[in-house]
């Protein structure tokens, strides 16, 4: 699937929790931390389900889970080097590259930081499943930041065309406690866009790009999940 559009610490921005009323007695706890990130046109336009994934109060020990499969993994030389080099701040990238593989994705509450700590579990053809944790917060320029491992971490700038909810990386930064320094761009691997594309009856599709202004694409991953 092709990329649709320009769309992953500081202070965390406090959890915004509304109650939507669905009749006299009904009530349901929503989140619009990521629907405050779009504008409220475009977050309209799209899907329910799509909405509602973004939506979910993950509060107390409440997790989200999706299952499915990659369906394909692609590494350039220089994104296969990048992956191995990436894994002395926790592998977030895949390690290689696959056909069809079992994934799985779990999301939870972070309750220190008042984010969200996502776990994605991607089996292999050999060895153990790779497991990639991060971590988003509701904070810097962009309004959301996902931190990686290591003290890295990326800004996202969050955007909806049509049927997808699409995060451009916008910058990637380094931190240390209070010190936080933005890196400059001819350290970091390039531009990464993921689309979370509405495909219905509970499905959507993932994709991760990570594209380099003179090395090109270094990192195409595609995979379908479903909802529970």
Same mark, same amino acid.
């Given at each position: ?74 590494? !350039? /030389? *220089?994104?296969? %080097? ?7 701040? @926790?592998?977030? =990238?895949?390690?290689? #590259?696959? $056909? ?38 509701? !904070? /810097? *320029?962009?309004? %959301? ?7 890295? @971490?990326?800004? =996202?700038?969050?955007? #909806?065309? $049509? ?47 990570v594209t380099h202004p003179q090395l090109g694409e270094l990192v ?9």
């Amino acid at each position: 699937m092709g990329r649709k559009l320009r769309y992953s610490n500081e202070i965390v921005a406090p959890t915004t929790v509304t109650r939507e009323r669905g009749g006299a007695d009904s009530e349901a706890l929503t989140d619009d931390r990521f629907r405050r990130l779009v504008p409220r046109a475009a977050w309209d336009a799209l899907p329910e389900d799509v909405r509602q994934r973004f939506s979910k109060r993950l509060a107390g020990q409440a997790t989200a889970t999706y299952s499915g499969e990659i369906v394909w993994t692609r590494l !350039s /030389g *220089a994104g296969w %080097l990048l992956a191995q080099m990436c894994r002395l701040i @926790g592998a977030p =990238l895949p390690l290689a #590259a696959s $056909g069809p593989a079992p994934a799985a994705v779990a999301v939870s509450e972070d309750k220190l930081s008042g984010g969200q700590c996502w776990t994605r579990l991607y089996g292999r053809t050999r060895g153990h499943p790779q497991v990639i944790h991060s971590a988003k917060s509701f !904070s /810097g *320029a962009t309004g %959301l930041e996902e931190h990686i491992g290591g003290g890295f @971490g990326m800004a =996202l700038a969050v955007g #909806a065309e $049509g049927d997808a909810l699409i995060f451009t990386s916008d910058h990637y930064f380094w931190r240390l406690g209070r010190v936080r320094l933005r890196l400059p761009d001819w350290l970091m691997p390039g531009e990464t866009v993921v689309t979370h594309q509405h495909l219905g009856s509970g499905r959507f599709a993932f994709d991760l790009k990570v594209t380099h202004p003179q090395l090109g694409e270094l990192v195409n991953q595609h995979g379908l999940f479903r909802d529970g």
